[in-house]
């Protein structure tokens, strides 16, 4: 698999890009792309023009696929990161991930799709953590209770000796005549 990301430009950067990869045109020759310390945040360069970029984890994972003959798809990757790269006047983003996906449908996706997780009290799970341990080593776990074991009470069938022989039930009529 091919490592894939999406890069998210200002509409008048897209089209400065398109026409440097379109015309081959010597203006805006360079594309740069770097990173500082912490990984997430960075400078997006153009020519001598520099922007701001951000890198942000997705909502939820995107596919990527190609074809080489317009009829069969070939998936090529599994993208989970976008780089947003933004004006100067632009604020930067809240946090790690970006809170809509890429498309209108996806806006503000994990608070609208997604379960939240649950609140579990770090004390309770570690207890369940090693009763299963001993129990997987073949003890049994601290807190469960033997019940005292029930002599097994006869059950009969209460179908079987009411009914007569032939399986029709006397009481039972399936006319329309006993509705009245």
Known sequence: MEEQFILR?????????DRLFSENSSEDASLDLSFSEDGRNGTFMI???KFPAS???????????????????????DVGQMIMVREEAEPVPEGVEYRHGLTPPMRDARRRRF???PD???????????????????????????????????????RAADTPANGDDP??????ESDN
């Open 120 to 158: 579990l009290n770090p004390e309770v799970v570690q207890k369940v953590e090693q009763d299963l341990h001993r129990i997987m080593s073949g003890g049994t776990a601290t807190n469960t209770q033997k019940a005292a074991p029930t002599p097994a009470a006869e059950k009969r069938d209460v």
């Open 171 to 176: 009481d039972q009529s399936y006319s329309d």
């Open 115 to 117: 379960r939240r997780e």
């Open 47 to 49: 020519g001598d023009e």
């Open 55 to 77: 890198l942000l984890d997705l909502p939820c994972v995107v596919e990527s696929y190609k074809t080489y003959d317009e009829s069969v798809l070939i998936k090529t990757s």
């Open 9 to 17: 430009v200002p509409p008048s950067l897209a089209e400065r890009i």
